[in-house]
């Protein structure tokens, strides 16, 4: 990491004077790998975490056997998910695992509270335990198990690292970066599958790849189709309620997709011809240094970009209002401060043409 590899995204204020700052890094690219746009270190190297999911996935969605699964649209985005855990969600997981001939004790993601949390407050007012299937990486775990029986493995062995279900993820992933899997650097992630830091800028190159995968092989180009279509088709499903990867999708119809990230990362895969006619796709980027526990950082940040280049409608404008900059306001309702775009950064983005 470098001295650089962070600067000032997003400010808060009370009164005249800024209170806190978001520092992060952003990186924009085309699918050849170009750095079309970055404030702060295009080279840092941190884990992707849950924004890696539409890349995991295409492993198992170009596997010439895969069509035994019939699998449809809103599986494939329940696939790519990290989902809230509502009934709707829950409902084509169970479906989903009936296809590929699994169930809820073969996930080894653990448990935890749903992110919905209406359905969260039912299962404390009811006294039950939340489920796997509630997990919010549950679809990306019920993908790995798909693929780990196309390639005839045991289920149990599907999160090992050293095993051919997660070796084939990693290669697939290292060839949609542009870097060996062999570069990676590795961890446990928090569902306890492998996860992977590379270079931001070969993550955004993904991204972009993903959008216009026209250079890729034919099998590869269906699944990368596969999975922008479900995921710009079923939002929802990707996330859930008052979350920003669902609203920016729903308020931008076709447009493009949206991914977050554990621990302040987050990805953006504009497709082409969004800005204008002949326009090409690109992978967006954003990592905020400090983890972004409360999630405010990363949809101001994005919302900048959006607007400046000039995807955000009017009616998008008032859809994603919540997520926006905007005034900060007291227990009372009394104005206090805002929450808007750091100064340095509006001034670069003002520099750069998409």
Same mark, same amino acid.
């Given at each position: 990491?470098?001295? !650089?590899?962070?600067?000032?995204? @997003?400010?808060?204020?009370?009164?005249?004077?800024?209170?806190? #700052?978001?520092?992060?890094?952003?990186?924009?690219?085309?699918?050849?790998?170009?750095?079309?746009?970055?404030?702060?270190?295009?080279?840092? @190297?941190?884990?992707?975490? %849950?924004?890696?999911?539409?890349?995991?996935?295409?492993?198992?969605?170009?596997?010439?056997?895969?069509?035994?699964?019939?699998?449809?649209?809103?599986?494939?985005?329940?696939?790519?998910? %990290?989902?809230?855990?509502?009934?709707?969600?829950?409902?084509?997981?169970?479906?989903?695992?009936?296809?590929?001939? +699994?169930? +809820?004790?073969?996930?080894?993601?653990?448990?935890?509270?749903?992110?919905?949390?209406?359905?969260?407050?039912?299962?404390?007012?009811?006294?039950?335990?939340? %489920?796997?299937?509630?997990?919010?990486?549950?679809?990306?775990?019920?993908?790995?198990?798909?693929?780990?029986?196309?390639?005839?493995?045991?289920?149990?062995?599907?999160?090992?690292?050293?095993?051919?279900?997660? !070796?084939?993820?990693?290669?697939?992933?290292?060839?949609?970066?542009?870097?060996?899997?062999?570069?990676?650097?590795?961890? #446990?992630?928090?569902?306890?599958?492998? @996860?992977?830091? +590379?270079?931001?800028?070969?993550?955004?190159?993904?991204?972009?790849?993903?959008? !216009?995968?026209?250079?890729?092989?034919?099998?590869?180009?269906?699944?990368?189709?596969?999975?922008?279509?479900?995921?710009?088709?079923?939002?929802?499903?990707?996330?859930?309620?008052?979350?920003?990867?669902?609203?920016?999708?729903?308020?931008?119809?076709?447009?493009?997709?949206?991914?977050?990230?554990?621990?302040?990362?987050?990805?953006?895969?504009?497709?082409?011809?969004?800005?204008?006619?002949?326009?090409?796709?690109?992978?967006?980027? @954003?990592?905020?240094?400090?983890?972004?526990?409360?999630?405010?950082?990363?949809?101001?940040?994005?919302?900048? #970009?959006?607007?400046?280049?000039?995807?955000?409608?009017?009616?998008?404008?008032?859809?994603?209002?919540?997520?926006?900059?905007?005034?900060?306001?007291?227990?009372?309702?009394?104005?206090?401060?805002?929450?808007?775009?750091?100064?340095?950064?509006?001034?670069?983005?003002? %520099?750069?043409?998409?």
């Amino acid at each position: 990491m470098t001295e !650089q590899a962070y600067k000032p995204l @997003v400010e808060l204020t009370r009164g005249d004077i800024v209170e806190s #700052i978001h520092f992060g890094t952003l990186v924009i690219c085309d699918n050849a790998g170009n750095v079309l746009f970055s404030y702060g270190d295009a080279n840092l @190297v941190t884990y992707l975490r %849950s924004t890696a999911k539409p890349l995991q996935v295409l492993a198992l969605l170009e596997h010439p056997d895969v069509e035994q699964y019939h699998l449809s649209d809103d599986e494939i985005a329940i696939l790519c998910a %990290s989902h809230s855990g509502t009934d709707e969600h829950v409902a084509v997981l169970k479906r989903l695992q009936r296809k590929i001939g +699994v169930d +809820v004790t073969d996930l080894q993601c653990g448990t935890h509270l749903p992110f919905d949390h209406l359905t969260a407050n039912r299962i404390i007012r009811e006294g039950t335990q939340p %489920s796997s299937l509630q997990h919010n990486c549950s679809g990306k775990h019920s993908g790995m198990l798909a693929l780990a029986r196309l390639l005839v493995e045991p289920k149990a062995d599907y999160l090992l690292p050293d095993q051919p279900v997660q !070796q084939l993820i990693l290669r697939t992933c290292g060839e949609m970066f542009g870097i060996p899997a062999s570069d990676f650097k590795m961890g #446990i992630d928090g569902c306890s599958a492998p @996860v992977f830091a +590379v270079p931001m800028r070969n993550a955004a190159r993904a991204y972009a790849l993903l959008c !216009q995968p026209e250079q890729l092989s034919d099998r590869r180009k269906q699944a990368c189709r596969q999975v922008t279509h479900a995921m710009m088709t079923y939002p929802f499903l990707v996330a859930g309620p008052e979350r920003f990867d669902t609203a920016v999708m729903q308020a931008l119809p076709g447009k493009l997709i949206a991914k977050t990230g554990a621990e302040g990362y987050f990805g953006l895969g504009i497709m082409p011809d969004a800005l204008h006619p002949g326009s090409p796709a690109m992978g967006i980027m @954003v990592k905020i240094s400090d983890g972004d526990l409360k999630e405010r950082a990363r949809p101001v940040t994005c919302m900048a #970009i959006l607007r400046h280049m000039g995807l955000i409608t009017p009616d998008g404008e008032k859809q994603l209002q919540t997520f926006d900059a905007g005034s900060i306001a007291n227990w009372r309702n009394i104005p206090v401060g805002e929450i808007r775009p750091s100064a340095p950064l509006v001034e670069v983005l003002r %520099s750069w043409k998409p």
